[in-house]
């Protein structure tokens, strides 16, 4: 083992190696800058809806109404199938 340290320590680093640092830092300092982007446009997109959702709450000048509720298969008929097999 001694050996092959002694050849790694006789080769030249590739200059690769000397640009390593830099190119990770500012890949890093990129992606913070994106973060903070996107947070941005978070917050924006938000105060958008929140905005939107008031002026149109406020544009309905007729208070909501609850409405009276639905069967699924119409109003309610005498010769439905439960009201036949109800005893009389």
């Keep these: 083992m001694d050996k092959e340290l002694r050849l790694l320590s006789k080769v030249a680093a590739p200059t690769a190696l000397d ?3 830099d190119r990770i830092l500012s890949a890093l300092a990129l992606r913070r800058e994106e973060a903070m982007a996107t947070r941005r446009l ?3 997109v938000a105060l958008f809806s929140l905005g939107t959702g008031v002026v149109a709450g406020s544009a309905v000048p007729q208070p909501a ?3 009276s509720p639905l069967s699924p298969f119409g109003p309610a008929s005498a010769l439905a199938p439960s009201t ?3 005893a009389p």
């Design 65 to 67: 109404v609850a409405a």
């Design 19 to 21: 640009t390593l640092d």
């Design 84 to 86: 036949l097999l109800e």
């Design 42 to 44: 978070v917050a924006l």
